[in-house]
Each structure stands twice: as C-alpha cells, then as structure tokens.
C-alpha cells in the first residue's frame, strides 16, 4: 500500500523515507538523504548489468576447457568453436560461442580466494557495499530525467513469486556499507514492498483526480525545512512518474513483445521433472531455468528507460561439488549452464538490434573458479586461484580473450585481472573517472577506488 501517513493520516516520518529509499520517489534534493552534490555529468549515461554466478563457476567448463589436459583436468562438457579463431568454450555453451565476437572474455581473472561470499558484487574492495551503491551515491537514487532508480537488485522471485527468496548466508546483496540505506538496490518482487507500492492500495477514482496522495504530500512540510520544500514538489512530481509512467511500466514484462518474452524464456530448456530431487539443490536449480531468462530481459528494459546498475543473481547454483547438495558437473552444467548460454545469447543479440551495445556493459563471474582437478565424485572444490570472467558491450573492446592460464587451468599464465582490475573497469564505464577524482566531496571510500588500474585490454 503506497501510504506516507498512519492510519488517523498523521505523517509517518519513518514510513516516508523507507518509500523514498526503496520506492525511487524521485530525484531527492542533495543533502536531503545526506547525500553529496555531485555533477551528473561525469555520468557517462552507460548502463552495468552484474550477473552473479553464485557458488563459484568452473573455468574449464565455461570459457577454458583445456581439452589437451589430461581426462582428470580438461572439460567434463567437451568443447565447442566459437566465431574467435582458435577459441572454444564449454560444450554446454553452443549459442554463446556463436557470439564471442560480441564478448572478451578473461582468462586470468582471479578472485583472490576460495571462500563463498558474494565478491566482487560485495566485497571489502567495493568497502563492503553492492557496487550499484557507487553509482547512487554519486549521482542520486535516481535518474535526473526519467525516476528510474539508479541502482536495483533482481532475484528469481522478481518474476516468479513461487521461487524460493534471495540466499543471504554468504553475503547481503543489499549491502550499502558506509553509504547509507538510502543507496540500497532497488529490490522489485511479487513478495516485495516496491511492487506493492506500485499496485497501489487507492482506488482508481480516488488516483484520478490525485488528491489523497497530495494531500498526505502536502503533510509531509511540516516535517521537511522551509528551504527544502522546493525539492518536495520534485519528489511529488516523480512520485507520480513512477506510479503512472514509464518507470513502472519498466518493471512490467507484460509490456514488452510476447515474442521478446519467448525469446528469452530459459523455463522450457530445463523443466523442474528434468532436474533430479536428490540434490538439495534441487528448488535452486528449478528456480534458475524458470527465471535467468527473464531476469535478463527485466534488466535490458530498466537500463533501456535509465537505470545504471543492476545486479542479475538466481541463487546458489554454481556450486559444482557432486556432493548431497550440488549435482557433478557434467549433469550440473545441463542444469544451469544451458538457461545461462540461452539467456545471455539471447540479450546479447537483442541489444545488438536495438543499438544498445555500447550503452550497456555485462558483467558475467562468480566469487571464485574450480579446482583443476575433478574429484572422485565428479565435480571439482573450490578455488580461489583463477576464475572465469565474461564481458560484453558498453562500448568496451569486445571479441578477444585477455589473458592465459597455465596448462592445468589453475593459475594465470600471464599477468592476473584482480577484483580491483574489474571494480575500476565499471567505474570507467560508468564514469569520467578522471573529472570524477578531482570532484570536491566524493566520499573516500570512491575516490580510493579511482586510483586502481582497468582492464586495459578492453579501452
């Protein structure tokens, strides 16, 4: 129910910045939320799509197979060719090998360790804050123009109301670390209190003509300062924008063409009767195959109308042990490696026809690799020695491989891409970075970043 006030219509202070901070009310005025006023102009206007592979995803199965390794190392899935010369990718990624050239992926990435948690997304590189709360505290919670939030977090249960609800043992995707909740992802779901809101509890006569919720606006001056009343008639103008505009219709997949949907759908590539109960795993994977796709097509549309920084996560399904939990992976990578080369296969081409490329970049990892060697049950441990990362788009170098790994798979053969490497990377596509450095007031925990080195390859 969107409401500001309690039931005798007093004004709730408390329950009008939670709306404000999770239900993107607008453009608030700088200060008002303690945030910084920085010039939105070194904003570069690009996009960041993080798709986490939570649990950890194999190198040799995805974008290093090594089938000249012996049987113990190289790729349990095979291999298959890719439009890069001399380049093949892990047997179950067939669609996405047909557009490397619209990616670069790494091959030296590491992620510094073999713990499951949630970096890079969160890390104490990022100070402990989902990187989309960079980018909210630089420029707002929401953009200048359209409302649309900057920063937003989507989990299966965002399309699929029955899915199970966003793992937080390893890590809060949420985090806002020293920034403050007001720059938390936006977190849109069907159990959520940003759809909620959008639904609104007001009837439709009573929305016509507004006045109920300008009326429980106009309450809320008697809390804000006579200096900050200008930026209220901001926060109720894009109030309005959300609930009725373009940025709710944003988060509606109903809006988009049915033929886009079918497109992307993952659901009818791993059916739940085709996913094996004995894993514990199980609702995990039958979560991923119902959701990736759509996922991925929700966040196209948001970047699309203004968001700049989406984290894309389905849960813990990466985790390829062969153990009571997680399936081997030869059969894990039918599981959740053939919705992830659909689904990614299918953005990459969709934005390419809507000349999105160069607008938004994707970002494809997880908090670590696998062991180069297969253990006795068929799966491989963790290791935090080398990942695999892919990118694409955002204007960026694209259809290369950056860096080498050594023979067995297990370190880098040439000089290692850091979580840093990849923290400094989206910072330069989202940002001038050099204006941005020498912008008075930008909180330390930013500016220490500016000083780390991209991926050079890719400028």
Not at 356 to 378: A, F, Q, Y
Request: glycine letters at 10%.
């Amino acid at each position: 129910m969107l409401s500001i006030c309690d039931s005798s219509g007093r004004f709730n202070r408390r329950a009008f910045l939670h709306l404000g901070g999770l239900s993107a009310l607008g453009a608030m005025v700088p200060g008002l939320m303690g945030m910084p006023h920085i010039d939105s102009s070194l904003y570069s206007g690009k996009s960041v799509i993080f798709l986490f592979m939570h649990g950890g995803p194999s190198q040799f199965e995805t974008f290093d197979p090594k089938m000249t390794a012996p049987s113990e190392v190289r790729s349990t899935t095979g291999e298959v060719k890719t439009t890069l010369p001399g380049i093949t990718f892990g047997g179950t990624f067939p669609k996405l090998a047909r557009q490397a050239h619209r990616c670069s992926i790494v091959r030296s990435f590491v992620t510094g360790d073999g713990n499951h948690d949630i970096k890079p997304i969160v890390s104490p590189d990022s100070s402990g804050a989902n990187l989309g709360c960079i980018l909210s505290q630089t420029i707002g919670a929401n953009h200048p123009v359209t409302g649309m939030p900057s920063n937003i977090a989507l989990f299966p249960q965002t399309v699929a109301a029955a899915s199970e609800p966003a793992q937080t043992s390893f890590g809060n995707f949420l985090s806002t670390g020293p920034f403050g909740f007001g720059m938390a992802p936006l977190v849109p779901g069907s159990n959520g209190p940003f759809q909620k809101n959008l639904k609104l509890a007001i009837p439709l006569d009573r929305m016509d003509d507004r006045r109920t919720l300008l009326n429980q606006f106009d309450k809320v001056r008697s809390w804000l300062d006579e200096p900050r009343q200008q930026g209220l008639d901001s926060i109720r103008t894009n109030a309005y924008r959300v609930l009725l505009g373009s940025v709710a219709d944003a988060f509606d997949l109903g809006k988009e063409d049915p033929r886009i949907v079918d497109k992307y759908d993952t659901q009818p590539l791993m059916r739940p009767d085709q996913i094996d109960k004995k894993w514990n795993n199980y609702k995990y994977y039958r979560d991923n195959a119902a959701t990736l796709g759509k996922l991925l097509l929700l966040a196209r549309r948001l970047c699309e109308r203004g968001c700049g920084f989406v984290t894309v996560t389905t849960n813990f399904v990466w985790d390829m042990h062969a153990d009571v939990n997680n399936a081997p992976l030869s059969e894990g990578m039918g599981y959740v490696g053939r919705p992830f080369d659909h689904a990614v296969s299918a953005f990459l081409e969709d934005v390419a026809l809507r000349g999105l490329s160069d607008r938004i970049l994707l970002v494809c990892c997880g908090e670590m690799g696998r062991t180069p060697r297969i253990n006795k049950s068929g799966g491989r441990d963790h290791w935090g020695n080398l990942a695999p990362l892919l990118l694409a788009g955002g204007g960026l170098q694209m259809g290369q491989v950056i860096g080498r790994s050594t023979a067995n798979g297990g370190e880098p053969a040439s000089d290692p891409i850091t979580n840093r490497n990849l923290i400094s990377t989206i910072l330069n596509t989202l940002f001038d970075v050099g204006k941005l450095r020498i912008t008075p007031g930008l909180p330390r925990e930013i500016s220490r970043m500016l000083d780390w080195n991209p991926i050079a390859q890719l400028f």
